[in-house]
């Protein structure tokens, strides 16, 4: 594969704004060229070259779907409970309303509704072939992306308490917009749980090829450290309530409350150089890996 990066469009910093960043330069290696980039200002991880939200909404319900991705394998199911207990853990699920943005095949609004946490559940999700699954677990849903939801209020059965984003912030061509429509969806006061396998800045927990992949890398625009994560999500209207603890898990997993539009302001901010050293040390550690087999 060799991409053109002409046929793409070029974006800012998703949490800064700003447009100076500078590549890692082992990213292309494993990327097939696509290039990945560290904001000078923020230290945020981002492909600045992307398609189209549609277009990266179709790879996923067509290719990657279609292909080799299903939630139904241990490790999915595994991380899943995970954030299910540590949400519950914070949140009490017990009788909310939630709204899975991007809800894949039903199975973590299935695990929610369960007696164990006893939640109410609603699917937003692209992929027509995931929809037509929840229809038969008798899982409410929406099939389109959460831009076209949000466009979309009288699909809307009403508001949520309650917006969970796994594995899923990562995957879209904006993470600002998802939040804002997450946002839109909750009551005053409501809350969000992101969950992520993509964050940076802990131990690394597998070889570099598998974390960055061979493939689309706009289906995979952002890599979040607890302070990035932090910062889109103020930027969104959410102050940060809870964070697990990641330096000892493979899962980057936050719990966010709103907060009136306008009142906060992203703070945190991590060091670009320290971003780009622990990309740099990965890459060694990669390399030292096999060539030890
Ligand atoms: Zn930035």
């Known amino acids: 594969m060799k991409i053109d990066l002409a ?20 990213a292309r290696e494993y990327t097939q060229g696509w290039p990945l980039h560290v904001c000078s200002d923020c230290g945020f991880v981002y492909v600045r070259h992307r398609r189209a939200a549609q277009a990266i909404a179709d790879s996923w319900s067509e290719e990657l779907y279609g292909t080799h991705y299903t939630a139904r394998i241990p490790a999915v199911v595994a991380r899943q409970t995970y954030v299910a207990e540590f949400a519950h853990g914070a949140l009490d699920l017990s ?69 969970t984003v796994l594995w899923t912030l990562e995957n879209c061509q904006s993470c600002r917009y998802m939040l804002d429509a997450a946002n839109d969806l909750l009551v ?32 995979h625009c952002f890599r979040f450290s607890r302070n990035s994560l932090s910062s889109v999500l ?40 320290a971003v780009l050293d622990f990309f740099a040390r990965w890459h060694a550690e990669t390399k030292a890996h096999y060539a030890g087999l």
């Open 7 to 26: 046929n793409l469009s070029e974006f800012p910093c998703d949490v800064c704004g700003s447009n100076r960043a500078v590549e890692i330069e082992c």
């Open 95 to 163: 009788g909310k309303r939630v709204c899975d943005i991007g809800a894949g095949e039903g199975t973590f609004l299935d695990m929610l509704r369960d007696a164990r946490f006893g939640a109410i559940g609603f699917g937003v999700e692209p992929s027509a072939a995931n929809g037509k699954l929840m229809a038969s677990m008798g899982i409410p849903h929406f099939v389109g992306t959460i831009e076209a939801y949000r466009a979309s209020p009288e699909a809307r059965p009403e508001s949520f308490d309650i917006a």
């Open 188 to 219: 005053p006061g409501g809350h969000i749980v992101v969950a992520t396998g993509s964050r940076i800045l802990v131990p690394f927990k597998k070889p570099l090829q598998y974390y960055l992949g061979p493939g689309d890398q706009d289906t």
């Open 234 to 273: 103020a930027n969104s209207g959410f102050e940060t309530v809870k964070v697990n603890r990641d330096i000892d898990s493979d899962i980057l997993c936050v719990v966010a409350r709103k907060a009136p539009k306008g009142t906060l302001v992203a703070r945190t901010r991590d060091d670009a150089q």
